[in-house]
């Protein structure tokens, strides 16, 4: 593969020169390695790992010749690291994107009073867009800083920079993150959604750009259309909800007709989708909002009227349904809630401007995008449409919201909320299945050049000392003793959040290792294909925070089939979590981790009431860590040696 180099960010307000990713001491890698895992393997197993990962480690072994080579890379690159995570995290990845891979955020619950008024919705949430656009185009973003741990540094916003003008292309075996121009005229138009039917509505008449009233109107004459059952054309959106093996085989099938590449490319070059959803039927509540946004309730519900490549793609329902499903490769969820809470803050703030707008006086009716079929297209659509349905069927989804306390009342313990709701998460689990598990925790590294996220593995020793202490120990110790155990899980956890967010966590550089011996032609590393990395690599439990500041929540599906996706929302006064596991799976059900999670949390607080004399600061957990990737020999960010909590 080659190194591809990148320009460093310019613009006026990205004055910042952020340092690049380090690239951890191999010794501390390999370290922490096998203290992640050593309470997750068989004793036999874990020895076995023990003496692959020593011999790889040794002077003059594989191990070092790798590191040596990853050192140059990083000499090379702005981000060693990011195409090798790029594609290892999304583009290599053959499964559908629906529930596997996109996530969603839910928008509060409208209460329209008829289509019209959705209409209405829906062409003020595009003019928030094209304001938001303008402002990433103008580059006039304010650059955003690091908040909670080590706050306070500046973070990389490229990710704002792919947010519209990216497109995920499916292929054999690994897809491609197209990008435009920023601002490119190419980009003038948005792609509407209605009855499984696609509309280009052009952004950009006669040289004007449209009012709101102007799309409002194109809105209209759209639903009109669409309802036309004369012309309507099959369901083509179909195939993106489909395996991308399986897309990029129909895709080369409909591109042998000029037709459908022509619609296609136009497709591809959309600044976003709006998808315009009727009625579902479906009862609405949290749950079921955000099943329909993260696979459309199936293809006879709003399945089919998505396009899942595009990065963004906004929904408007009838029935006050709202929000967007993204496709995650150009950027994470953090960088999606600073650009809708922008949008929803838009919506309520900034009036509608219909009454005074002077329209674009002669506007062209939005062109349906046509497609040609053929018995096999028929075919490949009905094979889309049938996994889709069992992927629907599978999802097992729960949105809870527990209100007996927020992250306030664990501020007050002195304690990081954000850990110490992954050490709750850590006791549901061995509640649920009498054993810890790789668990996934996003953790961002934006505060370095194109920095994307590591994995926090919070299934730590610590953390497994603890639930066993409120589990299977709970009648043979005190609540000091519990109370002791909850502390050094909290510690280990916050530590290892420092760990990676500084830039030394072990997945990054231990997929950095693989991927170089694979560039080198080497023969895969022992490492690599023992059954611990395996097993280190199955998240069974994958979570992360994403934190909003106005009502809306995000949710994603697990990313194995017996495990679970977990997204939270610490709130002041209470925390939201998402759940989804796979019904076809006889090891999970969100209804009981929620139960057996609240459960932990009531305990955690309880213990805490009776016996925490919180610690004078989070200090020591957090300046140990710090010191000790200092003390490893590698180099911090000067502005977090300064920023230390
Ligand atoms: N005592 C009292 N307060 C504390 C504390 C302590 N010991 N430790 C932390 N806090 C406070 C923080 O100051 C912060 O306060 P604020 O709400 O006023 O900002 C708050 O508690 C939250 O801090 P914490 O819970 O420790 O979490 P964090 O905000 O540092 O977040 C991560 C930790 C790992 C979630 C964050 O670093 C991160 O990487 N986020 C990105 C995740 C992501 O990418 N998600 C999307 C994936 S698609």
Redesign the pocket.
């Known amino acids: 593969m080659p190194i591809l180099e990148r320009e460093p960010p310019k613009g006026r307000r990205e004055s910042y020169v952020l340092p690049k990713v380090p690239v951890p001491p191999l010794k501390q890698t390999l370290d922490m390695y096998l203290s992640c895992m050593k309470h997750l393997v068989k004793e036999e197993q874990y020895q076995k790992t023990k003496a692959i990962v020593v011999k790889f480690g040794e002077p003059g072994g594989t191990g070092e010749l790798l590191q040596k080579k990853l050192l140059e890379r990083s000499d090379k690159t702005y981000n060693w690291v990011y195409d090798y995570w790029l594609e290892d995290m999304y583009l290599n990845q053959r499964l559908a994107l629906p529930v596997n891979s996109n996530?969603a955020m839910v928008f509060p619950k409208q209460n329209f009073k008829d289509r019209k008024d959705s209409l209405r919705f829906a062409a003020h949430l595009i003019t928030g867009v094209l304001e938001y656009k303008e402002r990433i185009d103008t580059r006039v973003l304010p650059v955003d800083f690091a908040?909670?741990?080590l706050?306070g540094t500046p973070l990389c916003m490229k990710q704002y920079y792919r947010l519209f003008n990216t497109y995920r292309l499916p292929g054999h075996k690994r897809d491609t993150l197209v990008i435009h121009k920023p601002g490119s005229t190419e980009q003038e138009h948005i792609i509407v959604a209605c009855k499984n039917q696609f509309f280009v509505l052009d952004l950009v008449v006669n040289k004007k750009k449209l009012k709101e009233m102007d799309i409002l109107t194109q809105l209209e004459k759209i639903v009109k259309m669409a309802e036309n059952s004369e012309e309507r054309q099959p369901p083509f959106g179909l195939l993106t909800s489909d395996g991308r093996t399986e897309w990029a085989q129909a895709r080369e099938v409909l591109i042998k007709d000029s037709v459908n590449r022509e619609s296609l490319a136009v497709i591809e070059k959309c600044l976003c989708v709006l998808c315009l959803d009727n009625p579902s039927g479906m009862e609405v509540g949290d749950t079921s909002r955000a099943l329909l946004m993260l696979h459309g309730g199936g293809h006879d519900k709003m399945g089919a009227n998505r396009w899942y490549d595009k990065p963004m793609q906004f929904i408007v329902g009838e029935d006050g349904v709202c929000g967007t499903v993204c496709e995650h490769s150009p950027f994470?969820?953090?960088v999606l809630v600073a650009c809708t809470e922008y949008l929803m803050k838009f919506m309520t703030g900034s009036p509608s401007k219909m009454g005074r707008a002077t329209s674009v006086s002669e506007l062209p009716t939005p062109a349906r995008l046509l497609w040609k079929t053929t018995p096999h297209i028929q075919d490949l659509l009905k094979a889309s449409a049938e996994r889709l349905q069992r992927l629907v069927r599978d999802l097992d989804m729960d949105v809870h919201k527990f209100e007996v306390y927020g992250?306030e009342f664990i501020?007050k313990q002195?304690?990081?909320?954000?850990?110490y709701i992954q050490v709750a998460l850590q006791l549901a689990f061995y509640r649920c299945n009498g054993r810890l598990v790789s668990t996934y925790?996003?953790?961002?590294i934006r505060r370095f050049h194109e920095g994307r996220?590591d994995n926090?593995r919070s299934a730590t020793s610590e953390a497994l000392a603890f639930v066993k202490a409120m589990t299977d120990e709970k009648a043979s110790l005190s609540d000091s003793e519990k109370m002791k155990q909850l502390w050094d899980a909290i510690n280990a956890q916050t530590n290892y959040?420092i760990t990676a967010?500084t830039g030394f966590g072990i997945d990054n550089h231990l997929l950095g290792l693989r991927e170089i011996a694979q560039e080198l032609k080497m023969e895969r590393p022992e490492i690599f294909t023992d059954e611990t990395y395996v097993a280190s690599n199955q998240f069974i439990l994958s979570t992360?925070?994403?934190p909003t500041t106005v009502e809306m929540f995000c949710c994603y599906g697990p990313v194995v089939p017996n495990g679970y996706g977990c997204c939270y929302n610490p709130q002041s006064d209470h925390l939201l979590f998402s759940v989804t596991s796979f019904h076809g799976s006889t090891e999970t059900c969100s209804a009981v981790f929620i139960k057996a999670l609240d459960e932990g949390l009531v305990e955690m607080r309880d213990l805490c009431r009776k016996c925490n004399k919180p610690q004078s600061?989070?200090a020591p957990a957090a300046s140990k860590a710090v010191e000790n990737n200092q003390g490893a020999g590698s180099k911090l960010p000067s502005t977090l040696q300064k920023t230390g909590k």
């Open positions: 996530p908040r909670g741990q706050a994470e969820g953090i992250k501020k002195k304690m990081s909320p954000d850990a925790e996003s953790a961002s996220v926090i959040t967010i992360s925070q994403v600061s989070a």
